[in-house]
């Protein structure tokens, strides 16, 4: 502390007071020193209680504008739905073929008898081996038929039990129908010879109308085809 010449003590100055308070950390007490760091600790809890909470704000919020979204789109693709399920009811009853299936051939062969008995056997023995067939957990015969093939023929096809898929496929007469009446509604020259004749029609069972014209058989059905059609000597 300064003095002055007649002995008395001088006040300290503002430097001086500054250096007195502002003690540095390694020259405090252990007390001093404890009560720092737990200051220091305390802000960081916090800091990062403020940060976790923030960001669990931002998640709860992007979840409710999803939800908000999503069910904005549902009501939007349930509107769509049923605009196109009143087009298909309107157009159950049109045919539409693919481009390839409208030839001369193909126009000729609607009054015709498309497939004959040795025919129905190729097919048959093509697809399933003459065997019964399933169709996903469903037996569906011989000719393994398939509910939308069965669809678009029996619309068609009069035969006993038509109407009834599960029995129509299994009954031999009434499956045979089924078979005729696909390939009257789809005639189609799979192979592109220019003739339709039993080859095509086994492409077609098989890929259906597009499908038959631009995929080729797989070799195990290739080859039970070419065995029954040399066979039973059918084209």
Avoid at 27 to 47: D, F, G, M, V, Y
Avoid at 136 to 158: E, L, N
Avoid at 197 to 209: Q, V
Wanted: proline share 5%; net charge positive.
């Amino acid at each position: 502390m300064a003095t002055i010449s007649n002995g008395s003590a001088a006040r300290p100055t503002a430097t001086e007071g500054a250096a007195y308070v502002e003690v540095p950390l390694e020259n405090a007490t252990p007390k001093e020193q404890k009560s720092s760091r737990h200051k220091k600790c305390h802000i960081k809890k916090l800091l990062s209680e403020a940060a976790l909470f923030f960001a669990l704000l931002l998640i709860v919020g992007a979840i409710i504008l999803h939800t908000r979204q999503k069910s904005h789109f549902g009501r939007m693709n349930i509107g769509r739905g049923t605009k196109l399920k009143q087009q298909q009811k309107e157009n159950a009853t049109d045919i539409i073929l693919p481009l390839e299936v409208v030839t001369a051939p193909a126009v000729a062969a609607l009054s015709t008898e498309l497939v004959n008995e040795d025919c129905l056997e190729c097919i048959a023995a093509t697809i399933t081996g003459n065997k019964p067939g399933m169709c996903g957990k469903s037996p569906c015969g011989i000719y393994r038929i398939y509910r939308p093939y069965w669809q678009d023929a029996a619309r068609t096809v009069q035969a006993a039990g038509v109407e009834d898929y599960e029995s129509c496929v299994l009954n031999s007469d009434c499956a045979a129908a089924i078979v005729r009446g696909y390939m009257k509604t789809y005639p189609v020259d799979c192979d592109g010879d220019g003739v339709i004749g039993c080859k095509d029609h086994i492409m077609l069972h098989l890929l259906g109308p597009t499908g038959c014209v631009t995929n080729p058989l797989k070799a195990i059905f290739q080859a039970r085809m070419d065995e029954c059609l040399r066979v039973k000597a059918v084209e």
